[in-house]
C-alpha cells in the first residue's frame, strides 16, 4: 500500500515528530508498505495530490498536525489517515475544551480555572486570581490551554509565583488553565481501537518533583509498563481513560494521561496523537500486550481504513 | 519529490528502549533537558532569523582564494593530504599555531602543542585526561554552552563563579576554593574564556588575570584558558591570555582556527605542559588518531600567504559594525528593565531581562515571529540558573536582520512586560486574601541569576 508518512511540520515538537514519522517509516517498510515521507510545510497539498497516497500516516505532535488542521485538508483531499478525527483533535489539544467535555461526561479531572489573555490585559482579570486559593488552593499547576509536552507548565507554591508562572505559560498560547495539584501516581494508558493497552506509570527519579521536563525524559524518569496496580485501580484506571477517550470522540489510538490520587483517579489530558519515538510511552505499552512496532503501526493502518465508527 | 531515503536498521523487534536501557553508561543519565533541544531544533527553520548561532562569517572568505590553495594541494601532496598523520599534527600546522599565538604576545614550546578535531576535542580531552566522575571543575557563570555537556559527560561536579563586567569574580573563586579546602577536596581545573567570553561577552580585567595566574602557582591549581575570541577585538587595549602571565606553568591554553579562519575545517589545538600533553596525546590517539590531515595541509597554504592577519582584520570592521548594530537596536526595542553587556569583540552580547521572564517560554513566543536566541540557561550545569538571561551572536548574520531579530525580540519582550504589569497591577494587590505583589516585593528567591553587569548606558564602549 502507498502510505504518506506526515511529520515534522512548525510545531515546537518538530522534533519528536520527525523521530516518530522516521520510526513509522521503517516499520511501514518492513511490513512492506511503499512510504511516502513528507515534513508537512507550504507545499504540503501540492505534495500530495501529485503523490496520490491510498492513506495517510499522520505522525505530528502539537498545534498544526495534532489539532486537526491537517486532518481536515486530508478530508478535503479525501485522503483517509490514521488517528482521531477532526473534531476529537480539535477537542483533545485544547486542555480547556477537554476538560469541560471530560467533566459534562462525568469523567474526573481536577478542578481548573481557564483564562484568556485578554482577560487580564483588558478585563483586570488578576482581581479574580484571589478567588482561586479557596477553589483551587496551592500549590497549583498553571498550563497553556493548547500545547504539549512540558512545555510552558509550571508549578505554582504560592501568590508570588503565579504572575510568574502565567506570564510563561501564555507565551504558548493566549489561554492558560490554573488547575489543582493532584498528589499521587503518574499514569498513561494507552487506548488502540477502544481497548485500553497496558497501563504505564511515570516514576520520576531524585531531583525536583515539581520539574515538568524532566518528566517524561529517559534517565530522569523511570517508566514501569505494566505500571503494579490492584485489581479495583487498575479497573478505575482504565475505565476513566476509555471514558476519556469516548468523551472526547477519539478513533484510531490516543492516550490518555492521569494521576492516580487518594481520591481515584483523575485525567489530565488526552494526547490525540501521542509520541511513536523509541522511548514514547504508546509503543512501550503496545510491547507489554504483545505488539511490536510493526504490529502496532498495521494495526493502526487497519484502523484507519474501517469505516468511521460513532 | 520524495525525500532520499535513509539507510533503515534491518531489527524486526521492537522493545528498543528495554534492550539498550540496560546497556547505557551512567554518564549519559546526565542529559539535557528535551523541551530545550526540541526548541533549538526549531530555530533552524530557514525563515527564521537566528541570532542563536555562534557562526563567524565564512562569506567574505575569497572563493578564488580558497580553489587556488585546494588546487595547489592537490597537484603537490595529494598522496599526504589523504594521509593519516601524526596524532599531534604536523610540524607545520604547529608553525601556524606558534604564529597565531604569537600575535597575542605568546611563545609556546612546540612540543607542548597538539592539533584537535576544534577547540571543543581540546576541551574533551582535557576532562577525559583529567576528571574522574564526581571530580570538581570550576568555570564561569554563566560558562560556553558547548562546555557543558562536555563536564557534564565527563560527570564532573561543576561549580560555576558569577562573572561581572570584568569576568569572573576571582574573590568568589577564592571563596570557593577556600570552601574546597575545608572539604578536604581539590578540583581538578578553572575553566575560563577570558576575553570576549562566550556567552557572556564580557573581558577578564588586568588585575584579575594576574590574581588567578598567581592563585593557580600558589595553589598548583590548573587553569584551562579557552581563547577563541582574542584576536577579534574591535576596541579598548589588548590585554595579555593567562598563559602569557603564567609561562605555561599551570595554564592549559585552548586555541582555534575556527573563528579567523573557518569552523569548517575543524581545526583547533591544546598547549600544555609536557606530562600533561602526553597523556592528552595518548587520549587523542583513541579518539580519532589524528586531526585531518587535509584541512591541516589548507591552513599551511593559508598562512604560506601571510594574509591571515588581514582577513581578520577585515572580519573585525565586519563584527565591529554588527555590535554597533545590535547595542543601537537594543536600545530601541529592549525594555528599560533590561541589561546587556557591550562587549569589545568576540561574537556575543548577553542580555539580562527582568526576573518575571523565562528566556526558554520567552523563545517559544519568538519562534512565533519567526526569530530565535539562546536562552541563558544553556549556559549554567543547573538548569534552573540564568533563566532571564540570553545569548545574541552578532557575527553570523548581517545588520539588517540584526535590526529585525531585535526588533521581534523587542517585542515580544513588551508583550510580556505589558502582561506581568496588568497581572501585578495595584488594582490586583487591592484583593483581599491574596494580594500579588509588584516584582521588587517579591521574597528573595534562590537569587545570583541575574548578573550585575553594568547596564548599558553606564557601560565603557
Known amino acids: 500500500m502507498k502510505v504518506a508518512v506526515l511529520k515534522g511540520g512548525r510545531s515546537l515538537e518538530r522534533g519528536v515528530s520527525l523521530r516518530s514519522g522516521a520510526r513509522v517509516e521503517d516499520a511501514l517498510e518492513r511490513l512492506g508498505h511503499e512510504t511516502i515521507p513528507i515534513d508537512a510545510g507550504g507545499d504540503l497539498v501540492k505534495r500530495l495530490t501529485a503523490a496520490q497516497p491510498e492513506i495517510a500516516f499522520v505522525a505530528m505532535h502539537g498545534p498544526g498536525g495534532e489539532d486537526g488542521t491537517v486532518q481536515e485538508l486530508l478530508e478535503i483531499l479525501g485522503i483517509p489517515f490514521t488517528g482521531p478525527p477532526v473534531a476529537a483533535c480539535a477537542r483533545c489539544i485544547d486542555k480547556v475544551l477537554a476538560k469541560h467535555e471530560l467533566r459534562a461526561a462525568g469523567v474526573p479531572t481536577p478542578d481548573w480555572f481557564a483564562f484568556n489573555e485578554t482577560a487580564f490585559r483588558e478585563l483586570g482579570a488578576a482581581d479574580a486570581l484571589g478567588e482561586l486559593e479557596q477553589r483551587l488552593g496551592f500549590p497549583l499547576v498553571v498550563k497553556p490551554s493548547r500545547g504539549g509536552s512540558a512545555l510552558g507548565v509550571k508549578f505554582a507554591a504560592d501568590w508570588f509565583e503565579v504572575p510568574e508562572a502565567l506570564v510563561s505559560a501564555f507565551s504558548y498560547d493566549s489561554r492558560v488553565l490554573l488547575e489543582r495539584f493532584v498528589e499521587g501516581r503518574e499514569l498513561a494508558v494507552s487506548v488502540l481501537g477502544g481497548e485500553a493497552l497496558p497501563v504505564v506509570e511515570a516514576i520520576p527519579g531524585g531531583g525536583d518533583r515539581y520539574d515538568f521536563e524532566a518528566r517524561y525524559e529517559i534517565g530522569r524518569t523511570d517508566f514501569v509498563c505494566p505500571a503494579e496496580l490492584g485489581e479495583s485501580e487498575a479497573a478505575a484506571v482504565t475505565g476513566a481513560a476509555l471514558a476519556a477517550y469516548e468523551a472526547l470522540g477519539c478513533t484510531g489510538f490516543s492516550r490518555v494521561d492521569l494521576i492516580l490520587g487518594d481520591d481515584g483517579p483523575q485525567v489530565l489530558e488526552v494526547n490525540a496523537i501521542p509520541g511513536l519515538t523509541d522511548t514514547s510511552l504508546l509503543p512501550q505499552a503496545a510491547e507489554a500486550a504483545g505488539m511490536s512496532f510493526e504490529d502496532l503501526v498495521d494495526r493502526i493502518l487497519a484502523l484507519a481504513r474501517e469505516p468511521a465508527a460513532a | ?461
Open chain 2, 1 to 461: 519529490m520524495e525525500e532520499t531515503p535513509h539507510r533503515r536498521r534491518a531489527h524486526t523487534r521492537s522493545s528498543d528502549l528495554e534492550r539498550y536501557a540496560g546497556l547505557f553508561a551512567a554518564r549519559t543519565g546526565v542529559m539535557r533537558s528535551s523541551a530545550m533541544r526540541d526548541l533549538m531544533a526549531v530555530t533552524a527553520r530557514p525563515e527564521v532569523i537566528s541570532l542563536a548561532g555562534g557562526l563567524p562569517d565564512t562569506s567574505t572568505f575569497p572563493a578564488a582564494t580558497f580553489a587556488a590553495q585546494m588546487t595547489r594541494i592537490a597537484q603537490e601532496s595529494t598522496a599526504e593530504a589523504l594521509q593519516y598523520g601524526p596524532t599531534e599534527g604536523f610540524a607545520e600546522t604547529v608553525d601556524c599555531i606558534i604564529e597565531v599565538m604569537g600575535a597575542e604576545g605568546m611563545l609556546p614550546d612546540p612540543d607542548d602543542v597538539i592539533v584537535t578535531t576544534g577547540g571543543q576535542q581540546a576541551i574533551d580531552l582535557i576532562c577525559k585526561t583529567l576528571v574522574d566522575p564526581g571530580d570538581v571543575v570550576i568555570c564561569e557563570a554563566p560558562t560556553y554552552p558547548g562546555a557543558v555537556p562536555v563536564f557534564c559527560s565527563y560527570q564532573a561536579e561543576t561549580i560555576q563563579i558569577e562573572c561581572d563586567a570584568d569576568g569572573m569574580r576571582i574573590e568568589d573563586l577564592e571563596a570557593v576554593l577556600a570552601q574546597l579546602d575545608g572539604e578536604g577536596r581539590r578540583p581538578k581545573f578553572v575553566y575560563s574564556v577570558p576575553s570576549f567570553q562566550n556567552p557572556a561577552g564580557v573581558t577578564m580585567s588586568l588585575g584579575r588575570r594576574r590574581r588567578l595566574v598567581e592563585l593557580a602557582r600558589q595553589r598548583e591549581l590548573l587553569v584551562v584558558e579557552d581563547n577563541p575570541y582574542g584576536l577579534l577585538r574591535f576596541g579598548g587595549e589588548p590585554l595579555p591570555p593567562l598563559y602569557q602571565l603564567d609561562g605555561g606553568d599551570f595554564v592549559i591554553y585552548v586555541g582555534t582556527f575556527s573563528k579567523i579562519l573557518s569552523p569548517g575545517i575543524r581545526l583547533g589545538w591544546a598547549v600544555a605542559p609536557p606530562p600533561v600533553m602526553e597523556k592528552i596525546v595518548l587520549g587523542k590517539q583513541a579518539s580519532d588518531l589524528c586531526t585531518s590531515t587535509l584541512t591541516q595541509h589548507f591552513v599551511r597554504e593559508y598562512f604560506s600567504e601571510r594574509r591571515w592577519q588581514e582577513y581578520i582584520a577585515d572580519l573585525i570592521e565586519i563584527y565591529r559594525g554588527r555590535r554597533d548594530t545590535m547595542v543601537a537596536a537594543l536600545r530601541e526595542h529592549f525594555p528599560t528593565e533590561a541589561t546587556w553587556t557591550e562587549p569589545e569583540g568576540g561574537l556575543f552580547i548577553w542580555a539580562t531581562l527582568p526576573e518575571y521572564i523565562d528566556t526558554s517560554d520567552l523563545l517559544a513566543k519568538a519562534l512565533r515571529e519567526d526569530v530565535a536566541f539562546v536562552p541563558g540557561q544553556a549556559a549554567y550545569v543547573d538548569e534552573s540558573r540564568g533563566r532571564s538571561s540570553m545569548r545574541l551572536n552578532f557575527s553570523g548574520v548581517g545588520d539588517e536582520e540584526i535590526r529585525e531579530g531585535v526588533r521581534r525580540i523587542g517585542r515580544t519582550i513588551a508583550d510580556q512586560v505589558e502582561l506581568y504589569g496588568a497581572l501585578t497591577s495595584d488594582s490586583a494587590a487591592g484583593t483581599t486574601s491574596a494580594p500579588l505583589v509588584a516584582p521588587e516585593a517579591k521574597p528573595a528567591s534562590d537569587g545570583g541569576d541575574v548578573l550585575p553587569f553594568r547596564k548599558a548606558d553606564e557601560g565603557a564602549a
